[in-house]
């Protein structure tokens, strides 16, 4: 039993075909909000901010303002906004010396082969419209206003604690929040735990091994009698609650 992944109180979900193997795989996800891409993930702030308003911003939400390191993830954020967007680059320390985030790598996109021209007054780096220079690099004045894409970690979906989850073999109808295809129950215990909306989650076995986690507005308590069912085959369900 040394090579297992699951504590002994989940037996149950061994009677629905739930192998080791899949309960160990390592499944990475994003917090409720955040979109996933390239390994990281990402979310635009609608409200437009200066410079260091959005960085702080970033910081509040577990992430930091992003700064591409590829032509690829340039690409990417020029497609998440139609306005300018602040990147994670200043020169505010040492006039001239662009400092961008750790994990850029010295990548640089700049608009012509003479920007940054700004000096002194232009010291924070923006990300340009398509309609502008096509997702070019500009340097312009920190106070100017302008979208923020925040760049975060992937979760790991194994350090959600089951322990912590009463596991029933029935299913709660009529509170889906929305649906997700998924591995195993320890992965739709993460996704509960870093949606705020979550009360409660189903994850569905169907005969064909598809997995989907349903993740609940309310828990069995809150809901008419009719709408939490016992788990029947073919489809086998198994519901979880704090």
Known sequence: MGGFCLPSVLLILFTIGMSSAHSC??????????????????????????????????????????????????????????????????????????????????????????????GTSENCVELSSSLVWGGKWNDAPCSNEYHIICKGKEVVATQAKLKQWRLLASCLTGHTLREIPTSNVRVCATVCDYDPRCRSFNVQHFVTGERICQINNGTRYEADHTQFVKSEKPLTCIYGER
């Open 25 to 118: 795989k390592p499944q990475m996800l994003c917090p409720f909000g955040w979109e996933s891409w390239g390994g990281s993930c990402y979310k635009l702030l609608e409200e437009r901010m200066t410079w260091q308003e959005g960085r702080l911003k970033c910081q509040e939400l577990g992430g930091e303002m992003v700064a591409p390191s590829s032509l690829e993830e340039n690409n990417y954020l020029l497609s998440k906004t139609s306005y300018r967007a602040w990147m994670n680059c200043n020169d505010l320390e040492n006039e001239g010396q662009w400092d961008c985030t750790s994990d850029n790598g010295g990548y640089r996109n700049w608009k012509t082969p003479h920007e940054p021209n700004g």
